[in-house]
């Protein structure tokens, strides 16, 4: 008899964007010739930029030719790329990370999911909440997680990211393993400053955790104050991994291509406590599990470097910020509390006279036609919150913007 993994069997149902769009799906079934307007998208929905489409389509005819032609490239991305990363987005900082600590993937998401695998299964996860659900099912079905109870599981530690803590996470106070921090935060749209973090990097260093640090929307940063990397932080890199991706940089969530740096510094013991680099286990990880990113994609994602690929990101990432700006003005005209939206694609809003992440979302789809997130789809202290992105078009948002703030709730 085949006996299933019954960690699966643990997993709680996402259902929360199928629950989404079944509400929105029946609104509009009785509700035909209204316009609704998703301000729930999670994806970008500008088109990748011609110094990016200029790469690729030179590596493309590259590919077509005898001489030129690849195939199976490096397990851990090809060197012009890394050497790109290592230097615009470190060394350009003066952060001193070497083309052999950064790994190229297809993608934050499958890093963030697999990196866990390098750890013992009776390691203690911490992770923020509410947060991307990513982090905490790959622990479940990794058997980190213990059973569920009213909505949490009795081994991972939750630390609570509120309004009264400025959705700052704050020191576990029982021991943990593992840390995921996701700055800036998808769902709160809230960065950590360089304080919060090094009290993240200083805990770790002394209890031996190890912090995995998801920075996807790191190029949404515009607070001057506001750390880019980890490795900002003294100390770093002997205990974090960063995670960032092409995906929200430079348009690549359908192209895929992301990195992330596993600096040499970073070991952890085994039981009878001698050292592993985390770098040799990954690269050991990646080469037998993994296959590479496309020529073709890596080329276009070096283009995201050069002086044209630069601005020209930039500028739709800028544009996404305004699309923000533009939504929370209306909200506090409408009387509302929001936070977020300057650092990151993500408003977070404190639902009207405590009404639940789910009434709310009802309430918006039937006054105004928008629809947004439950924050309560995001983890049990997301309840009272809603989430709106910032990446539909600028026409859409403000029209979504007109109808928000001539309501009165
Ligand atoms: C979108 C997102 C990712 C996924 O990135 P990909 O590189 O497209 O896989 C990772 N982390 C967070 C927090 C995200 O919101």
């Known amino acids: 008899m085949t006996l299933i993994n019954e960690n699966y069997l643990n997993l709680q149902g996402s ?22 307007i998703s301000l729930g998208i999670g994806d970008v929905s500008r088109p990748l930029v011609p110094a990016v489409v200029e ?25 012009f790329l890394r050497k790109a990363i290592a230097e615009h987005d470190y060394r350009a900082r003066g952060i001193e990370i070497g083309e052999d600590e950064i790994f ?29 659900p990513v982090y905490l099912d790959t622990n479940v079905m990794a058997g980190r997680s213990g059973t569920c109870k ?21 020191l576990p106070k029982e021991h943990a393993d593992l840390v995921y921090l996701c700055s ?33 929307y790191e190029a949404f940063i515009r607070d001057e104050n506001l750390p880019h990397s980890i490795y900002e932080i003294p100390g770093a890199q002997t205990c974090a991994v960063e995670f960032r991706s092409f995906s929200k940089t430079a348009g690549f969530t359908g192209t895929r291509c992301a990195y992330c740096v596993v600096p040499k510094a970073l ?22 599990k993994f296959n590479g990113v496309p020529y073709i994609v890596q080329r276009g994602a070096e283009a995201v ?56 979302f009802d309430l918006m789809l039937e006054k105004l036609q928008i629809v947004g997130t439950p924050g309560s789809g995001f983890g ?16 859409l948002t403000q029209q979504a913007a007109q109808r928000i703030a001539s309501f009165s709730f």
């Open 104 to 132: 190229v993937s297809d993608g934050a998401k499958s890093d963030v999911a697999n990196f866990q695998e390098l750890f013992s299964s009776s390691a203690r996860v911490a992770l923020q909440d509410p947060v991307y």
């Open 184 to 216: 800036p935060n998808n769902p709160t749209g809230t960065a950590m400053s360089k304080a919060q973090l090094k009290k993240w990097v200083d805990w770790a260093n002394e209890h031996k955790a190890v912090i995995l640090y998801d920075s996807a």
């Open 55 to 79: 790469a690729m389509k030179k590596a493309c005819d590259e590919m077509g030719q005898a001489e030129t032609f690849r195939g199976y490239g490096p397990y851990e991305g090809y060197d």
């Open 380 to 395: 049990r202290a997301g309840e009272g919150y809603f989430r709106l992105t910032a990446f539909n078009t600028p026409q």
């Open 267 to 288: 070991k952890i013991e085994d039981e009878t406590g001698s050292e592993h680099a985390l770098n040799a286990l990954w690269l050991r990880r990646q080469s037998t």
């Open 15 to 36: 259902y929360l964007f199928a629950e989404v769009a079944r509400r929105t799906a029946a609104y509009k079934a009785s509700h035909a010739g209204q316009e609704v």
């Open 305 to 360: 470097f050069t002086p044209q690929g630069l601005t020209q990101t930039r500028q739709i990432i800028d544009g996404y910020l305004e699309n923000a700006r533009v939504m929370l003005s209306a909200l506090r005209q409408a009387g509302f509390t929001a936070y977020g939206g300057e650092n990151a694609p993500y408003v977070w809003l404190k639902t009207p006279k405590g009404l639940s992440s789910w009434d709310f």
């Open 150 to 170: 009213e909505g949490q599981f009795e081994r991972i530690i939750y630390l609570p990211c509120t309004a009264e803590n400025h959705f700052a996470p704050q």
